[in-house]
């Protein structure tokens, strides 16, 4: 792994980190399930799931004894991450849809068949091998990716117009089109990594421009979601000036 491609992926590690400690703060103040839903989310899929990828694909003899162990608890971290992140698409976006509890239930079924499917077929003995069971967890959590994507732009789009009139903080709202745009970056890499891997039959790690693609969108991500979380002084002068603008 390059240089460049190291710092795209410690970026948004690290980014996933800070925000879902945050958000876990926060919770403990407010109690609120949203955000302990989307601290579960950053965090599962970004550094508890990355941790545990890291020392499952590690060459050391003590760690190398312990892979299957940590690839399996690697899977187990991001798939609760990625059913969390679904979890909070449905309460705070979609929460009066009868049919969405259901199908929530089916993709609970589908992640744990997942894991049941790559601990039959693989054994977790190795991160190279692109079983169906982890085919089937990549492209669940893209697509719940993806939807949280389009569902918080579309919040940003209704939300907008009353920032403008006054009727709404125009942080929040522009919360909404950052956590939309960086999640959807995500997304994007991911749907792109498993869209090649498919074709390929190989494991990511194994195809350098797929590689350097989830840097890229993982950096992207990372950049955005600090924005979003973790705004600077000079951003929220930005955002709030235009806010002030006549509506049109």
């Given at each position: 792994m390059g240089f460049w491609t190291a710092v795209g992926f410690i970026a948004f590690l690290v980014s996933s980190l800070v925000i879902g400690i945050r958000l876990l703060v926060l919770w403990s103040r407010s109690r609120q399930l949203p955000e302990l839903l989307i601290a579960c989310g950053i965090l599962g899929i970004g550094p508890v799931g990355f941790a545990f990828t890291l020392a499952g694909t590690s060459s050391g003899e003590t760690l190398s004894a312990l892979a299957?162990?940590?690839?399996?608890?690697?899977l187990f971290s991001t798939s609760a991450g990625a059913f969390a992140a679904a979890i909070f698409n449905w309460k705070v976006f979609r929460s009066d849809v009868p049919w969405l509890p259901p199908v929530l239930g089916v993709v609970a079924a589908l992640f744990l068949g997942s894991l049941v499917h790559e601990a039959i077929s693989t054994g977790f003995a190795d991160a190279t091998v692109v079983g169906s069971g982890f085919r089937l967890h990549s492209v669940l959590s893209?697509?719940?990716?993806?939807?949280g994507a389009a569902e918080s732009l579309r919040y940003f789009a209704m939300m907008r117009r009353r920032a403008k009139l006054g009727l709404a903080d125009p942080l929040v709202t522009n919360r909404f089109l950052l956590w939309g745009l960086g999640i959807g970056a995500a997304g994007v890499g991911s749907a792109i990594s498993v869209i090649a891997c498919t074709i390929t039959g190989q494991h990511m790690l194994s195809i350098p421009w797929v590689t350097a693609s989830n840097s890229f969108h993982g950096f992207t991500a990372a950049v955005l979601m600090w924005v979003a979380f973790i705004p600077p002084g000079f951003y929220r002068r930005f955002v709030e000036s235009r806010s002030q603008q006549p509506a049109v």
């Open positions: 299957p162990v940590c690839l399996a608890a690697a893209t697509a719940i990716l993806l939807w």
